[in-house]
């Protein structure tokens, strides 16, 4: 009895250990085969934050990287770090179809057919729920659903064709778990998880692998950036703070690494950092004492009053707890990742190749005219601003609002 008992014990040691070592085989060969030299790729928020360090990455890989954001002195200056690559800036609103659509035609006249796709635009919003308005979900729905659908869109035609493309959508475990605080971003991350789960079914068949990658904390150095309402100055500690915590949070590095690597493997999902798949299974297996658990978090966060509905940048907030050494980590990101100096925003964007590129870059055998001129550019109704400015207006969208996590 003993023996069997045993020798079941070791049938079932190996059996796992050999499905273990299938998984881990596998997972290396599909990322060893799929090469990123010269392949092109379109990566939306280029220009600053994880974009950028996705950028670099992907340049170091031999990627011809084509960056948009709006900000044309964040691209110009991600342009120039970035040189020694093929790379293309273009100055883009994603939140309008039309734009967007112009953007690709210039990426296409430039390298050719796009063979990647990465949605990485977005922003951070910060509140309690009393404090938000119509107008923050509908913005934060533009940048964060909207956005990646348009351009999607744009170039599934040309991947459905060649039955061969990856599209990675950065979304976020706001967009797997709710945080209290963070509503009206966590619904529009929720919204951009469903949309790429759904585009990975269905279009796994057509050789197309689409990858959602949900981050915990990144220490981006995004933090300046970010809307805060409310209790502005409580409500950017909390965020900032928790931005840089050492063992929860994950360097912008390597969630970019991350990143690569999935999608070279066509991988369905990605959730890092550790805490934050935890988080993610935790929810997933007990959703009542999750919810329970958010609760109680939501009674430490700062109560409404403040600025109640009116809206401040993050650069607008500090205080003696925020930037600190508490947010060292962030800090020093923020140096690396062009994230400083948070620029006023222009009121609205044209779809434009910046001059450096136009110069520099390889010949082709189409030549893109400098500026495609946008007529009709996206008006947000009157309603909440930015020292007189909307949030679709302000985004500065160099970087992935993923950055958060209950």
Same mark, same amino acid.
């Given at each position: 009895m003993n023996l069997t008992y045993q020798g079941l014990l070791t049938f079932v040691v190996l059996a796992i250990a050999t499905l273990l070592f299938s998984v881990s085989l596998d997972r290396w060969w599909r990322e060893r085969s799929y090469d990123l030299d010269g392949k092109t790729v379109l990566l939306t928020g280029g220009s600053r934050g994880l974009g950028l360090v996705m950028a670099r990455q992907l340049v170091q890989s031999g990627a011809r990287v084509a960056l948009c954001a709006r900000d044309e002195d964040e691209l110009e200056r991600a342009q120039t770090e970035l040189k020694q %690559?093929?790379?293309?800036?273009?100055?883009?609103?994603v939140t309008d179809q039309t734009q967007v659509e112009q953007m690709v035609q210039?990426?296409?006249?430039?390298? %050719?057919?796009?063979?990647?796709?990465i949605n990485n635009a977005g922003t951070d919003i910060v509140g309690p729920l009393d404090s938000l308005t119509m107008q923050d979900y509908d913005d934060t729905m533009k940048l964060h659903f909207w956005a990646p659908l348009y351009t999607s869109y744009a170039?599934?035609?040309e991947m459905r064709q060649r039955?061969?493309?990856?599209?990675?959508?950065?979304?976020?475990?706001? %967009?797997?778990?709710?945080?209290?605080?963070?509503?009206?971003?966590?619904?529009?991350?929720?919204?951009?998880?469903g949309l790429s789960e759904g585009m990975q079914t269905e279009l796994a068949s057509t050789g197309i692998a689409v990858t959602t990658v949900c981050p915990g904390f990144i220490h981006t150095g995004v933090v300046d950036h970010a809307i805060v309402k409310g209790q502005n100055r409580k409500e950017f500690a909390w965020f900032s703070i928790s931005d840089s915590l050492p063992l929860l949070s994950a360097s912008a590095e390597e969630v970019a690494q991350r990143t690569i690597k999935?999608?070279?493997?066509?991988?369905?999902?990605?959730?890092?950092?550790?805490p934050a798949w935890l988080s993610a299974k935790f929810a997933g297996l007990f959703p009542g004492l999750t919810a329970n658990l958010l609760s109680l978090t939501n009674r430490l966060l700062p109560k409404s009053g403040g600025m109640g509905q009116e809206r401040a940048f993050g650069r607008d907030s500090h205080s003696s707890w925020a930037p600190s050494w508490l947010t060292a980590l962030s800090n020093r990101a923020a140096q690396r990742n062009n994230e400083v100096p948070v620029a006023e925003p222009k009121s609205n964007t044209t779809v434009k190749l910046l001059e450096h590129e136009q110069h520099s870059s390889p010949t082709e055998a189409k030549q893109p005219s400098a500026e495609v001129t946008q007529s009709e550019v996206t008006q947000l109704p009157e309603g909440s601003t930015v020292n007189g400015t909307s949030l679709t207006e302000q985004v500065q969208v160099g970087t992935s609002s993923a950055e958060l996590s209950p």
């Open positions: %690559g093929e790379v293309l800036a273009v100055t883009c609103d210039q990426v296409k006249d430039r390298f %050719g057919s796009i063979d990647i796709l170039v599934l035609p039955k061969a493309g990856r599209i990675v959508n950065i979304s976020s475990i706001g %967009g797997k778990i709710v945080s209290p605080h963070m509503v009206a971003y966590c619904a529009s991350k929720f919204a951009l998880t999935a999608l070279k493997r066509g991988d369905a999902e990605v959730i890092v950092p550790f």
